[in-house]
C-alpha cells in the first residue's frame, strides 16, 4: 500500500537554529499538507499546497515557516529560528482525495 | 468561527460492547468529514471520508454517518485492538482541514 515517508522520525534542534523536516508523497496525489501536534493536544493545520503554492496556511503559519517542493517527489517544511513552543509532532500528508498521513518528525527544541 | 467537537473525551468499553463516538462541527463551505484512527506515537490512519448529510460508510467493526451538524462513528462489538484514539475532522472549502480533539477509546477484554 503506498505510503507517505517522513524524515528524519526524530530531531533535536538547538533554540534559534534552523530546521528541515522532509515528505516524500504518494506519487499520484495532488494536494499535500503540513500538520503539528503539541502533546496531549489537537492536530493542527500548518499549510496545504497544491500545484507548487500554497493554497491555504493556518495563523500558526507565519514568516518563520516555508514549505518547498524541490524536484517532483520531495515536500519539505522549514522551520527558521526555532522556538521551544516549536516542539511537536509535525506530521505531513497527501489526499487524492482521503488523506494518508506520515508517520510524522518529533522535533525537540531545547 | 470553524469549529470541530468531539465527544466523550475518553470512553471505556468491555469487550462486544456496542457504543457511538459523536463528532459535532460548524464549518463554512463543509468540503468532506474525515474520520482517523491515532495510535500514540503514530500518525492518523484514514478511515472514512463522508461527504454529504445521509452518507454511510462501514469498515469491519466500524460504521459512520453524517448529518448536517454531526457525524457519528458506531463500533460493534469492539475488541481489545481497537482501543486507539478517533479523531474526528472538517475540510473546509479552502482545502483546511480542522481536527477534534479526539475520543481515547479503552476496549476491556
Known amino acids: 500500500e503506498p505510503e507517505v515517508t517522513q524524515t528524519p522520525s526524530h530531531q533535536v534542534t538547538q533554540m534559534g537554529q534552523e530546521v528541515i523536516l522532509r515528505c516524500v508523497p504518494i506519487s499520484n496525489h495532488l494536494y499535500f499538507y503540513w500538520y503539528r501536534q503539541i502533546l496531549g493536544q489537537k492536530v493542527e493545520f500548518l499549510v496545504s499546497f497544491y500545484n507548487n503554492e500554497i493554497s491555504e496556511k493556518s495563523e500558526i503559519f507565519d514568516d518563520q515557516f516555508s514549505v518547498e517542493r524541490p524536484d517532483g517527489s520531495n515536500f519539505t517544511l522549514k522551520i527558521r529560528s526555532t522556538k521551544l513552543e516549536d516542539s511537536a509532532m509535525y506530521f505531513c500528508?497527501?489526499?487524492?482525495?482521503?488523506?494518508?498521513f506520515g508517520s510524522g518528525t518529533r522535533l525537540t527544541v531545547v | 468561527e470553524d469549529q470541530v467537537t468531539q465527544s466523550p473525551e475518553a470512553l471505556r468499553l468491555q469487550e462486544g460492547e456496542s457504543s457511538s463516538l459523536n463528532c459535532s462541527y460548524t464549518v463554512s463551505g463543509l468540503r468532506g468529514l474525515f474520520w482517523y484512527r491515532q495510535d500514540p506515537g503514530k500518525g492518523p490512519e484514514f478511515l472514512f471520508t463522508?461527504?454529504?448529510a445521509g452518507e454511510e460508510k462501514e469498515k469491519e467493526r466500524l460504521k459512520a454517518t453524517l448529518t448536517k451538524k454531526e457525524s457519528f462513528l458506531h463500533i460493534t462489538a469492539p475488541k481489545p485492538e481497537d482501543s486507539a484514539t478517533y479523531l474526528c475532522?472538517?475540510?473546509?472549502?479552502?482545502?483546511?482541514?480542522?481536527f477534534g480533539a479526539g475520543t481515547r477509546l479503552f476496549v476491556k477484554a
Open positions: 463522508l461527504y454529504s
Open positions: 475532522a472538517a475540510s473546509t472549502g479552502g482545502f483546511k482541514t480542522i
Open positions: 500528508a497527501s489526499e487524492q482525495p482521503g488523506y494518508t
